[in-house]
């Protein structure tokens, strides 16, 4: 079932998009931070579109059959199109599917094929593409084929975290509709309303935005974070192999590890070079203790973007822990060259 | 209907449509017109230039049904099959999307039937040096002995990377980025004969923004009609493109200038609070630190009426050409890894943190800002620059300034006369890069120092005697010294036969002019015949136009007194060995060994012991 209620802060987002709905492009483009709605922005659109009512106006009807069919989760005429499962080596095999985090080539492939068959209903066929960012060059270039001159009736929803990873190509072929970030103070009422304690800190956490905040003050990856920062907070007595181990073993996806230490790290050059803290305000002692460094941390800003441009692939966890945390104490240290 | 997007509803589809390309259009319209036909061409040119368009356009050309014209008709079954897409002798393939596919090569190996509805046989394969190796020996074969009924339209962002055996097959065409005013222009046209109200500023902020792209500007054109509800106003426009009012940027330089942390990112915030885009903001201010350095070289290259002239005057004078040129690159790299960043503030506030580590300590005087021009009447320069702020968590303690240890960094060596530089062998344009390969200046520039001392003549300097003494001094005293004698060139000025290749050092020892930037992010390839080919990054599209390219051989012709021709490069991927990449390395590594001294400074050391006091970081500064 899928929820078409607006967060309080995208209302002006929504009413700029619909001021004229005859003008909606064929590919939209949804941007903005991680955790600040945009998949269900895109999923209300989807469903607006989708919506059979000819008297809707800014909003899906929610009774008409075609809002039935989406809510039942089968409607004909809309896909999503995510990083999806990687088909199984070995039907026998009862092992779980291995989670991939790209949209293959292949997935545009049969995607075309839905793009290009007419509608089972009423005209529209919708496509969510959810993070657009997770397709690679092959797919994307593909993509790109489908996107630039689609059948009549195809409407594509593209949503990305961060757009400048796109192709260009593909994001000069859409319509670009940035969403908002709320403000600190609605953002911490929205979740004081969802029972989060300490709204302010974790919205620091997450650069401010809501959903991940929420997320944050109740992952199962909270003990982890909290044992990476304390073991980098000391260098002194940091066992990169072990802690390392510790990673890999989680389970927990290393993109979101390398962003915990890219954020410790902003933190450490922020208060040495302008006395800001931005993410971890809670930590502050112990930022405060490793400030001086600062100036040397800058080459290891650019040794972990490196990482997480490389942390969709499929590497090996451990030995990419490894690396980055021998390179961390080898910039506290001066020492980082590369 | 759905409503159908102004990119695609205004995609030319004859020549005459065609905006900003003339030079290659012509060329190709009177090929046409005359029967004169190649049987392959490139076209070659960054995105969104119109290379797959020219290529359909063509097609129609070749198999209009009224025959191979300039003008296609458009209305025959060829022209109608092609415009939709499908006709059965026009194969398109995207070398970028395809390259795993095995069909094209059959689709390839098909060429030498005869085509089926049409007069040609038209293979279009856009991104062509992506095609797969099977691929491409399966093009490459047709190509080398064309059946009469085969044309190939070959397209590529990277020319560089298209090998030779093809290059010479083709007839090839490059197309030119549109500049803004062409832009503007179209769009323009494309307003009235849609009747959408328009404000021409406005078409004046779309035509910048859209990057020498009619395709981004036609897209950028359908954002701003929604934006604005059915009108393009500058107001709604400036909002949507979240540009930047410059003086946020002056206050984040001022800030850089007095090396003021507190300040700067309080004007990051200001930034921030206003919804506008980091984006934008860092290109916009590259561009700043592109007048700023033009200002420095011929104060004259700014124009009498830019609004911002004297605080970019006042800026250019309180920091040095090298500070601006490692700024400016600082602000391109940091708008490129934006994304990957925690978030794009974080990006953003970090791409300015990073200036600050570097810029010199105590903060340089700015002369007193004017009290008019631009922005600054109305917002007050803040105090900050007079004073600088301590860093608040700092605690500052009386750290005596150390004696440098950090060697200097040996000047380039350009001496052409030491011994005969080697005749040059630039790297044929098509050979993949090898990482190993460095450029001369590379090795040079890592070299220990103080091991060899050359007294170097430059070129320019003036010889008083009528030969060059070069002295090689050994301080290892085990090799004697050697002077070497060279009979002068006939006139001194210097001679392209012989530069060695070192493009900074030569940098160095000749007058550039405004076109400075450019030549610093420039990486020299070949130089061959006197046309000089230099790559450069994408990020840099806006110090490269033909404008700073012209300047550039204009300033080399003098250099050398010849003509030099200059053909620059927009490349998508990293360049590591321009000038202004080595200088910036070099100063990390100054900056590193600088701090190392001092944090290992005993003295230093028992006073963050005894004290708990800190060193502030970024007051270490190399001598
Ligand atoms: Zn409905
Ligand atoms: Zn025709």
Redo the contacts with the bound molecule.
Sequence with gaps: MLNYDLYPWQHNDWAQLMRDPARLPHALLLTGEPGIGKRRFAERLAAWYLCEDPAKTDAPCGVCEGCRWLAQGNHPDYRVLAPGDEPEEDAEDSKAKKKSAIIGVDDVRDLADFVNLSAHRQGARVTVVYPAEAMNVASANAFLKTLEEPPAGAQFILVAHAARRLLPTIRSRCRVLPLATPDLASASAWLAQHGVVQPELHLAHTGGAPLAALDDASAEWLPLRNSVLEQISMPGSLNPLALAAEIEKSKVEPARVIDWLQKWTHDLVGLGLTGRIRYYPDRKEMLAKLANRAPRMLKYVERLQQAQRLAQHPLNVRLVFEALLFDYLAALRGKLTG | MAYQVLARKWRPRTFAQLVGQEHVIKALANAFANGRLHHAWLLTGTRGVGKTTIARIMA?SLN???GVTAE?????A??TQIDAGRFVDLLEIDAASNTGIDNIREVLDNAQYAPTAGRFKVYIIDEVHMLSKSAFNAMLKTLEEPPGHVKFILATTDPQKVPITVLSRCLQFSLRQMTPQQVSGHLNHVLEAEQIPFEPSALALLGHAANGSMRDALSLLDQAIAYGGGDVREEGVRAMLGAVDQSYLFDVLRALVANDGVAMMAAADSIAARGLSYESALHELAHLLHQISMAQVVPAALADDLPQRADILAIAEAISAEETQLYYQIAIHGRRDLALAPDEYAGFSMTLMRMLAFAPVGGAQLAAMPASGGSAASRPAPAAIAAPAPVPIAVETPVAAPTPTAAPVPAPVAAPVAAPAPAPAPAPAIEPEDPNDLPPWESLSTEPPAHVTIARSTPSEPVANNHVEVTVNVTGAEIPAVTVQIEPAAAMAPRLEDFSGDWRALLDSMKIGAALMLAHQAELTSWNNGVFVLRVNNANKSIATRDFQDKLREALSRHFGQDIEVSAQLIEEEIHHTPAAIMQRERAVRQAQAEDAIQNDPFVQSLVQDFGAIVVPGTIQPV
Excluded: I, L
């Design positions: 129609k209009c049904e009224t296609p008709c458009g209305v025959c060829a022209c």
